[in-house]
Each structure stands twice: as C-alpha cells, then as structure tokens.
C-alpha cells in the first residue's frame, strides 16, 4: 500500500508568489518523521525540513515551511517569495519508528515544481 | 563541511558485468542507506546500514548487495548487470553530530552514481 501520496505531478507558480506542494501519508504508528526534499536537474537530493510526529509546532527552515495536520495526516510544504532556482522536482518522504528501530524512508512519487518569471 | 561523497558519478557498463559504487557519509554519521532512482519506479529503497550491520532491506533481488565498513562508508556490488539496472543510485548517511542538528533520522544524500548498463 502506497504510504505517500503527492497528488500533484507537475506545478507552475509566479516568480515571488508563495507556492503549496502537497503531501499526505499513510501510518499506523505513533512514532515517525516527515521530510522534504528537493532534487534538481543535476541529481542530488537536497534535504529542506524535517517535522517529527511529536513535534507541537509546524516546522520553518527560512522560505520553507511545513504545513503538518497530524489527524489529517497532511504535511505540505510551502515555499513562500518563489524564485528561479526553486524549480525542481521535490519529494515527500516519511520514515516510521525512532531510535534503535527505524523502518526503511518512504517516498512520495515527487511533484516537478517550475517557476515562471 | 564535507557532505556525503559517492564515486564514480558516471559508469558506463555492460550487461553480465559487475559494479562497485562507493559512498562516504558524512563524519559522525553511522547509518547509510542507498536508494535507486529510475524514471519508471522512482526512488526506491535498497537497504541501510547501521555499525557496518545491515538494518533495513528493500525488495531487490540478491544480485544487489552492499557493506558498511568501520569508518562508516559504505559499498554497493550489483552482480550480473542487466540493462534494468540502469540508474540513479544515490546514498545517504544520518546521524546527529554538530554540523547536521536535525534528528537523528534525517538522511542527506550524496551527488549519486549515474549506472548506465549497455
């Protein structure tokens, strides 16, 4: 069963404009993280935000901020004052457990993300 | 800082042949995990060590192999290339040391091995 979904295969937004990229995930356990990345044409998967399912608060890194409902199981990301150099693809990713037990990092099929000047 | 480091980017083999991809993680970090990135079936989890014991594995077949060593990097052999085999192979290390603060789940990739199998 397909635990991360990312609905949106491709996505166009404004220079400057602040853009949403969803996620929602599967899981039946207490514990788990969530993560962003970001994967340019060059190949490097480059890590963005991290939300922890205990966390109270939405996780921020700069631009990047992490829209987390835990009861809706719904982690989108949100990128605000877009620029050139966002256009990438960017995957959803979750991994289950903490500590000595992790489970294997789940990712989303990706959405290809371009910006417009 | 140095970040996680993969060698070669590039290979270009034949089928029937086999490969050796190498991975550094980031200094501190004791967990590698190698993933396989194709345009068809998207970022796929290969397996993951942890103090050079494999942890977690995914669902290839056992021409794919790896080891972790006592300094923590990491090597992958596939057996027998076919030209399925063709991809993006990317690893990456987690581990909480002073440079990476997030948890201690957080994975960061290197710049991946470009396989191309003929």
């Known amino acids: 069963a397909q635990k991360i979904t990312q609905t949106q295969p491709g996505m166009f937004v404004q220079e400057k404009e602040a853009v949403t990229l969803d996620c929602t995930y599967d899981?039946?356990?207490?514990?788990?993280?969530l993560f962003w990345y970001k994967q340019p044409s060059s190949g490097e998967m480059i890590f963005l935000i991290y939300?922890?399912?205990?966390?109270?608060q939405n996780a921020t890194e700069g631009r990047y901020s992490l829209n987390f409902q835990k009861a809706r199981k719904s982690a989108n990301l949100v990128i605000s004052a877009s620029q050139l150099g966002d256009s990438a693809m960017y995957f959803c990713?979750?991994?289950?457990?903490?500590?000595?037990?992790?489970?294997?990092?789940?990712f989303g099929p990706g959405t290809s993300l371009s910006v417009i000047p | 800082k140095a970040g996680v480091t993969q060698t070669p980017r590039y290979l270009i083999k034949t089928r029937g042949q086999q490969v050796t991809l190498s991975c550094s993680p980031i200094?501190?970090?004791?967990?590698v995990s190698w993933y396989q990135q194709t345009p068809g079936q998207g970022l796929q989890f290969l397996f993951e060590?942890?103090?050079?014991?494999?942890?977690n594995k995914g669902n290839f077949p056992g021409r794919f192999s790896g080891r972790q060593f006592s300094n923590s990097r990491s090597e992958m052999n596939v057996s027998t290339l076919e030209l399925g085999d063709s991809a993006l192979y990317l690893c990456?290390?987690?581990?909480?040391?002073?440079?990476?603060?997030?948890?201690?789940?957080?994975?960061?990739f290197g710049p991946g091995t470009r396989l191309t199998v003929l």
């Open positions: 939300q922890g399912s205990y966390d109270q």
């Open positions: 990713a979750m991994r289950e457990g903490r500590g000595t037990s992790y489970d294997k990092v789940i």
């Open positions: 060590y942890f103090s050079e014991t494999q942890r």
């Open positions: 899981t039946s356990d207490p514990s788990y993280g």
């Open positions: 200094s501190g970090h004791r967990s």
């Open positions: 990456a290390s987690s581990g909480r040391t002073s440079v990476t603060r997030h948890s201690t789940d957080t994975q960061y």
